[in-house]
């Protein structure tokens, strides 16, 4: 099993509609190496820390899991869509996507708390410069996740 941080800001697409629809398709990725991560490495059942970014306090808001392959995302060939890619064609789509079940809504592990964590310090996100809105996550990162996200 793999573990991901998605990112998605909350007025597009948060934990809570994600908790009300009980999947979402994780389209709008235009970035190739969060594509890759998707396409080449993400299996059923692996699991999401799903992260509120671009919002007043950013943050790991809850736990979903992976629960499709990848597809070709539609929003890419949709002229009215905001994720339109003149340069996709359907016979060669360029970008791909894959759906998220809802696990969990949490409390908010914040990005100043994540900083605050010497057991997170290695995670991607906390890289200085790091925007890609899909990273890997260690299964050493994802227990410490766990374990402050359920902290008493």
């Known amino acids: 099993m793999n573990y991901w941080l998605m990112k998605s800001e909350p007025d597009e697409a948060s934990i809570l509609d994600l908790q009300r629809s009980g999947t979402l398709p994780w389209t709008g990725v235009r970035n190739y190496q969060a594509r890759n991560f998707m396409r080449d490495d993400m299996r059923l ?5 799903f992260y509120h970014s671009s ?3 950013p943050g790991i808001a809850g736990l979903a899991e992976v629960c499709s392959a990848a597809y070709p995302d539609a929003t890419q060939f949709d002229p009215a869509n905001h994720y339109f890619d003149p340069k ?28 605050e964590a010497p057991e997170l310090a290695s995670m991607r996100v906390l890289e200085k410069g790091s925007r890609l809105s899909i990273t890997p996550v260690t299964p050493a990162e994802w227990q410490a996740v766990l374990k402050r996200l359920h902290a008493a």
């Open 55 to 57: 919002c007043p306090e």
């Open 88 to 115: 996709s064609k359907r016979e060669a789509p360029r970008w791909v996507h894959v759906d998220v079940r809802w696990r969990e809504t949490t409390r908010l592990l914040s990005l100043k708390e994540m900083r």
């Open 45 to 49: 059942g692996d699991g999401v820390l």
